[in-house]
Nanobody, 117 residues
Framework: QVQLVESGGGLVQPGGSLRLSCVAS????????IGWFRQAPGKEREGVSC???????YYADSVKGRFTISRDNATNTVYLQMNSLSPEDTAIYYC???????????WGQGTQVTVSS
């Protein structure tokens, strides 16, 4: 069974950090591009970051310099390190896997990130 499971979300104060994890089962992550997306209440889902099969990385302008995406093929896990968080980062964060960065075949269930004092 193909599955992506996110974890690591929670409540954090402005300026704080969180590390999200996305663990794959039923397939091997290193053959896929992996993306992180988020959806805030009342807003459309947006791309946050992605990493390709050759480890090229891309970031939305709103998170450049604050977020870092990485993969650990040995554990079939992709991480999103989020630093200097602000209330504008509050959203449900989803990971997705696909053969290219323009096609996402598998999605996780999401993890809530709330940035608030």
């Amino acid at each position: 069974q193909v599955q992506l499971v996110e974890s690591g979300g929670g409540l954090v104060q402005p300026g704080g950090s969180l590390r999200l994890s996305c663990v794959a089962s039923g397939f091997t992550l290193d053959y896929y591009s992996i993306g992180w997306f988020r959806q805030a209440p009342g807003k459309e889902r947006e791309g946050v970051s992605c990493i390709t099969t050759n480890d090229s990385t891309y970031y939305a302008d709103s998170v450049k310099g604050r977020f870092t995406i990485s993969r650990d093929n040995a554990t079939n896990t992709v991480y999103l390190q989020m630093n200097s968080l602000s209330p504008e980062d509050t959203a449900i964060y989803y990971c997705a896997a696909g053969p290219t960065v323009s096609r996402w075949d598998y999605w996780g269930q999401g993890t809530q990130v709330t940035v608030s004092s």
